[in-house]
C-alpha cells in the first residue's frame, strides 16, 4: 500500500511501508536508553558520593573521601542492610532497620574519620574521611 505525493515542482514521492518501518525503527533508536546509571545521555547521574551496600555483603567504595558539609548517599540494594556509626562527635545519625531499595543521604559536617558497620552483617564495614 503506497500513497503517491506531487510536488509542485512536478517530482513524485511515495510513501508507505519503506517510511512506515524507517520511522518506527528511528523512533525506537530516538527513544533507547533508560535514563539510569550507566546510560548516556541527560539522565539523572549518580550521586557523586555514594556508598553501596551490595549483595556481596560488603560496602563499595570501602573509603570514601570527602568535603566537611559534603552529603553521602548510602545505596542499599536487594539484600537488606543499615548504617552504624562509631560514636564520636561529629558523626552523623546512624540508619536502623532493613534497608533494600532505597537510599539514605548523611551529610558530614565536622572533619574525621568516621567508620560504619552493618549490624546485620558485621562483617562489612566502611570508612569516610572528610577532609
Do not use: E, K
Not at 517510511?19 to 536508553?33: D, E, I, N, Q, R
Not at 555483603?57 to 568535603?67: Q, R
Amino acid at each position: 500500500m503506497f500513497t503517491a505525493h506531487t510536488t509542485q515542482a512536478g517530482h513524485m514521492f511515495r510513501f508507505g511501508t519503506q517510511f512506515t518501518v524507517v520511522s518506527l525503527v528511528g523512533a525506537l533508536f530516538g527513544c533507547g536508553g533508560s535514563g539510569g546509571y550507566g546510560s548516556m545521555g541527560p539522565g539523572n547521574p549518580p550521586p557523586a558520593h555514594t556508598v553501596q551496600a551490595t549483595n556481596a555483603l560488603l560496602f563499595t567504595p570501602a573509603t570514601l573521601d570527602v568535603s566537611a558539609g559534603q552529603t553521602v548517599t548510602f545505596s542499599f540494594g536487594s539484600v537488606a542492610h543499615n548504617v552504624f556509626f562509631t560514636a564520636q562527635a561529629g558523626a552523623p545519625a546512624n540508619i536502623p532497620g532493613n534497608n533494600a531499595n532505597v537510599s539514605v543521604n548523611r551529610v558530614f559536617a565536622t572533619q574525621g574519620n568516621y567508620t560504619y558497620t552493618c549490624q546485620i552483617h558485621p562483617q562489612m564495614h566502611g570508612t569516610v574521611v572528610v577532609q
